[in-house]
Protein backbone atom coordinates (compact mmCIF):
# COMPACT_ATOMS: atom_id res chain seq x y z
CA UNK A 1 0.00 0.00 0.00
CA UNK A 2 3.07 2.53 0.62
CA UNK A 3 4.86 1.70 -2.08
CA UNK A 4 1.67 2.85 -4.23
CA UNK A 5 1.23 5.99 -2.33
CA UNK A 6 4.88 6.73 -2.71
CA UNK A 7 4.22 6.31 -6.64
CA UNK A 8 1.07 7.76 -6.73
CA UNK A 9 2.60 10.91 -5.03
CA UNK A 10 5.67 11.21 -7.28
CA UNK A 11 3.31 11.09 -10.10
CA UNK A 12 1.41 13.57 -8.87
CA UNK A 13 4.69 15.67 -8.11
CA UNK A 14 5.68 14.98 -11.73
CA UNK A 15 2.06 16.13 -13.02
CA UNK A 16 2.41 19.37 -11.28
CA UNK A 17 5.85 20.06 -12.23
CA UNK A 18 5.24 19.60 -15.64
CA UNK A 19 2.06 21.73 -15.69
CA UNK A 20 4.08 24.50 -14.24
CA UNK A 21 7.00 24.46 -16.61
CA UNK A 22 3.88 24.69 -19.37
CA UNK A 23 2.30 27.53 -18.32
CA UNK A 24 2.39 30.80 -19.58
CA UNK A 25 4.10 33.51 -18.55
CA UNK A 26 2.11 36.27 -17.24
CA UNK A 27 4.08 39.85 -16.67
CA UNK A 28 1.42 42.13 -14.82
CA UNK A 29 -1.56 40.77 -16.44
CA UNK A 30 0.53 40.08 -19.84
CA UNK A 31 0.88 37.15 -21.33
CA UNK A 32 4.07 36.88 -23.10
CA UNK A 33 3.75 33.70 -25.47
CA UNK A 34 7.28 31.35 -25.43
CA UNK A 35 7.48 31.81 -29.27
CA UNK A 36 6.26 33.94 -32.00
CA UNK A 37 6.21 33.88 -35.83
CA UNK A 38 8.01 36.11 -37.71
CA UNK A 39 8.73 36.10 -41.61
CA UNK A 40 7.98 32.68 -41.64
CA UNK A 41 9.93 31.59 -38.63
CA UNK A 42 9.28 30.47 -35.51
CA UNK A 43 11.36 32.62 -32.88
CA UNK A 44 12.21 31.55 -28.88
CA UNK A 45 11.48 33.96 -25.99
CA UNK A 46 14.84 35.39 -25.19
CA UNK A 47 13.08 37.32 -22.05
CA UNK A 48 10.94 39.53 -20.86
CA UNK A 49 10.42 42.28 -18.18
CA UNK A 50 9.06 45.56 -17.24
CA UNK A 51 9.67 48.90 -18.28
CA UNK A 52 9.85 51.55 -15.17
CA UNK A 53 9.80 55.07 -15.48
CA UNK A 54 10.05 56.66 -12.00
CA UNK A 55 7.90 54.10 -9.91
CA UNK A 56 5.40 53.70 -12.69
CA UNK A 57 5.15 50.55 -15.12
CA UNK A 58 4.87 51.55 -18.48
CA UNK A 59 5.04 48.21 -20.43
CA UNK A 60 6.13 45.04 -20.53
CA UNK A 61 8.77 44.42 -23.23
CA UNK A 62 9.92 40.69 -24.50
CA UNK A 63 12.40 39.82 -27.15
CA UNK A 64 12.42 37.16 -30.04
CA UNK A 65 15.30 35.50 -31.58
CA UNK A 66 16.49 32.00 -33.43
CA UNK A 67 19.02 31.49 -30.78
CA UNK A 68 19.80 32.82 -27.05
CA UNK A 69 21.76 36.10 -27.16
CA UNK A 70 23.24 37.96 -24.11
CA UNK A 71 24.39 41.41 -25.90
CA UNK A 72 23.46 43.77 -28.42
CA UNK A 73 26.33 42.87 -30.86
CA UNK A 74 24.69 38.78 -30.64
CA UNK A 75 21.52 39.96 -31.44
CA UNK A 76 21.88 41.89 -34.70
CA UNK A 77 24.89 39.17 -35.51
CA UNK A 78 22.19 36.02 -34.58
CA UNK A 79 20.14 34.73 -37.99
CA UNK A 80 16.97 35.62 -39.22
CA UNK A 81 14.52 37.44 -37.91
CA UNK A 82 13.69 39.03 -34.26
CA UNK A 83 11.09 40.65 -32.43
CA UNK A 84 11.15 43.61 -29.57
CA UNK A 85 7.44 43.73 -28.36
CA UNK A 86 6.55 46.22 -26.00
CA UNK A 87 2.83 45.98 -24.55
CA UNK A 88 1.56 49.35 -22.39
CA UNK A 89 0.31 48.59 -19.44
CA UNK A 90 -0.49 52.38 -18.77
CA UNK A 91 -1.77 55.73 -20.65
CA UNK A 92 0.87 57.45 -22.43
CA UNK A 93 1.40 60.16 -24.78
CA UNK A 94 2.75 58.46 -27.98
CA UNK A 95 4.69 62.17 -28.93
CA UNK A 96 7.00 62.40 -25.68
CA UNK A 97 7.54 58.76 -25.65
CA UNK A 98 8.74 58.76 -29.12
CA UNK A 99 11.36 61.50 -28.25
CA UNK A 100 12.51 59.20 -25.42
CA UNK A 101 13.03 56.60 -27.90
CA UNK A 102 15.50 59.47 -29.92
CA UNK A 103 17.18 60.41 -26.85
CA UNK A 104 17.83 56.60 -26.14
CA UNK A 105 19.50 56.29 -29.55
CA UNK A 106 21.89 59.58 -29.18
CA UNK A 107 22.76 58.13 -25.68
CA UNK A 108 24.17 54.80 -27.42
CA UNK A 109 25.67 56.21 -30.66
CA UNK A 110 28.16 57.78 -32.22
CA UNK A 111 27.49 61.76 -33.50
CA UNK A 112 28.90 60.50 -35.95
CA UNK A 113 26.57 57.82 -36.82
CA UNK A 114 23.59 59.75 -35.56
CA UNK A 115 23.86 62.53 -38.80
CA UNK A 116 23.22 59.11 -40.69
CA UNK A 117 19.84 57.97 -38.57
CA UNK A 118 18.55 61.13 -38.80
CA UNK A 119 15.57 60.74 -41.43
CA UNK A 120 15.10 57.00 -39.75
CA UNK A 121 14.61 58.73 -36.55
CA UNK A 122 12.72 61.43 -38.46
CA UNK A 123 10.26 58.65 -39.69
CA UNK A 124 10.11 57.16 -36.31
CA UNK A 125 9.08 60.56 -34.63
CA UNK A 126 6.07 60.23 -37.02
CA UNK A 127 5.16 56.96 -36.39
CA UNK A 128 4.54 57.56 -32.62
CA UNK A 129 2.91 61.67 -33.42
CA UNK A 130 0.25 59.78 -35.58
CA UNK A 131 -0.54 57.20 -32.72
CA UNK A 132 -1.08 60.75 -30.22
CA UNK A 133 -2.04 58.09 -26.90
CA UNK A 134 -0.52 54.51 -26.06
CA UNK A 135 -3.32 52.88 -23.39
CA UNK A 136 -3.07 49.85 -21.61
CA UNK A 137 -3.04 46.70 -23.99
CA UNK A 138 -1.80 48.37 -26.95
CA UNK A 139 0.97 46.93 -28.49
CA UNK A 140 4.30 48.10 -30.47
CA UNK A 141 6.43 45.44 -31.72
CA UNK A 142 9.80 45.70 -34.26
CA UNK A 143 10.20 43.09 -36.53
CA UNK A 144 13.52 42.59 -38.00
CA UNK A 145 13.16 40.66 -41.20
CA UNK A 146 15.32 39.73 -43.38
CA UNK A 147 15.73 41.12 -46.83
CA UNK A 148 12.63 43.54 -45.95
CA UNK A 149 14.19 45.60 -42.95
CA UNK A 150 12.60 46.14 -39.42
CA UNK A 151 8.62 46.34 -39.96
CA UNK A 152 6.81 48.65 -36.71
CA UNK A 153 3.64 47.59 -35.91
CA UNK A 154 1.42 49.46 -33.68
CA UNK A 155 -1.77 49.15 -32.57
CA UNK A 156 -2.05 45.85 -34.64
CA UNK A 157 -1.66 48.53 -38.08
CA UNK A 158 1.79 48.26 -39.90
CA UNK A 159 3.16 51.52 -39.69
CA UNK A 160 4.48 52.83 -43.40
CA UNK A 161 7.54 50.81 -45.51
CA UNK A 162 10.29 49.13 -43.27
CA UNK A 163 13.34 50.33 -42.53
CA UNK A 164 16.28 48.03 -44.46
CA UNK A 165 19.01 49.60 -42.91
CA UNK A 166 20.48 47.07 -40.70
CA UNK A 167 22.34 49.69 -38.74
CA UNK A 168 19.06 51.71 -38.15
CA UNK A 169 18.01 48.43 -36.78
CA UNK A 170 21.00 48.11 -34.84
CA UNK A 171 20.65 51.49 -33.35
CA UNK A 172 17.22 51.35 -32.19
CA UNK A 173 17.78 48.46 -30.47
CA UNK A 174 20.57 49.91 -28.78
CA UNK A 175 17.76 51.69 -26.43
CA UNK A 176 17.15 48.95 -25.08
CA UNK A 177 20.67 46.61 -25.24
CA UNK A 178 23.34 49.41 -25.68
CA UNK A 179 26.16 50.53 -23.81
CA UNK A 180 23.34 53.01 -21.57
CA UNK A 181 20.06 51.52 -22.26
CA UNK A 182 17.16 53.20 -21.01
CA UNK A 183 16.43 50.60 -18.27
CA UNK A 184 19.50 48.24 -17.10
CA UNK A 185 16.70 45.96 -15.51
CA UNK A 186 14.94 45.58 -18.21
CA UNK A 187 17.81 45.21 -20.83
CA UNK A 188 19.16 42.05 -18.49
CA UNK A 189 15.64 41.14 -17.98
CA UNK A 190 15.05 40.70 -22.17
CA UNK A 191 18.47 39.31 -22.30
CA UNK A 192 17.86 36.58 -20.18
CA UNK A 193 19.97 37.57 -17.43
CA UNK A 194 17.05 38.35 -14.69
Known amino acids: MRLIQKILLTAAALVVGVSALAAPLVIHGVKVPETVSVGGATLQLNGAGTRYKGPFKVYVGDLYTSKKVGSLEELVAAPGPKRLTMTFVREI??????????????????????????????????IFTVNKVLVPGDVITLDWIPGTGMVVTAKGQVQGEPFKEPEFFKAIMSIWFGHSPADWKLKDAMLGKE
Not at 95 to 104: A, E, H, N, S, V
Open 93 to 126: EAGPFGKLLTRGVEDNVSKAEISKLVPGLIRMGD
